[in-house]
């Protein structure tokens, strides 16, 4: 059973350009979340969805972000006009609906850097 | 808002010595996990601790949870150097793991 899956795994983006990260969550998993880490810091809650549905955005900066997990394909989340302050790595973790101990399993991660 | 404190925010022991990182937060909550993260590496889980006076142990590492002090221990014993990381804890106040909020981290470092 493959585990979460994130791509890419490193990006490069210039200031002003989008970032697309991909999250594809690990085989009967239908929660995704989203969780951003700064360098020598701890992971940050962005964004809680479910298959086609939002729900719980609390962690998500206003503007130029957003998180979508269509029915079919990967979640993804996407960054528009990147800033410095993006650099970051970004992690995606997933969990089963039916899990009781709603344990999260986290993929390896896309490291953001904004030139 | 829920805070959640580690420390020490950095450890260097020396082979073969015990020591506890602490994991102290701000609101009420009955759900705590620890997380061990290598240098450029995911999370992986290491306990899932869900009610007050829960004590999980794997190899070298425990983890204990006190609900009503609010408080989360992870004790090593006798470290060697594999047991070198960054050691989160993370609190989740839903009840449901639906928004975990992490803690500063502790990073580790076992020196021969």
């Known amino acids: 059973n493959a585990g979460v899956m994130q791509n890419p795994r490193h990006l490069v983006r210039r200031r002003g350009q989008e970032a697309r990260l991909r999250c594809s969550p690990m085989?009967?998993?239908?929660?995704v979340y989203w969780y951003r880490q700064l360098p020598e810091e701890g992971l940050k809650f962005m964004v809680y969805?479910?298959?086609?549905?939002?729900?719980?955005e609390s962690g998500m900066p206003k503007e130029r972000f957003s998180a979508e997990f269509p029915k079919e394909g990967p979640s993804i989340l996407r960054i528009q006009q990147v800033v410095r302050g993006d650099s970051a790595a970004y992690f995606c973790?997933?969990?089963?609906?039916?899990?009781?101990?709603?344990?999260?399993?986290f993929g390896p991660g896309t490291r953001l850097t904004v030139t | 808002e829920l805070k959640v404190e580690q420390n020490p925010l950095f450890l260097s022991m020396q082979e073969g010595k015990n020591y506890t990182i602490y994991c102290n937060y701000s609101?009420?909550?009955?759900?705590l996990y620890w997380y061990r993260q290598d240098p450029g590496k995911s999370l992986e889980s290491l306990f899932v601790?869900?009610?007050?006076?829960a004590v999980k142990q794997e190899g070298r590492l425990m983890a204990s949870l006190d609900t009503k002090a609010r408080l989360s221990t992870l004790h090593i014993t006798a470290a060697v150097h594999d047991l070198s990381a960054t050691y989160f804890c993370?609190?989740?106040?839903?009840?449901?793991?639906?928004?975990?909020?992490f803690g500063t981290g502790t990073r580790l470092q076992v020196t021969l």
């Open positions: 085989k009967g998993h239908s929660h």
């Open positions: 993370a609190v989740d106040l839903s009840g449901t793991a639906s928004k975990l909020t």
């Open positions: 601790l869900l009610s007050n006076g």
């Open positions: 973790a997933s969990s089963p609906a039916w899990d009781r101990v709603y344990e999260q399993y």
């Open positions: 969805l479910q298959k086609e549905n939002i729900i719980d």
């Open positions: 609101t009420t909550s009955d759900r």
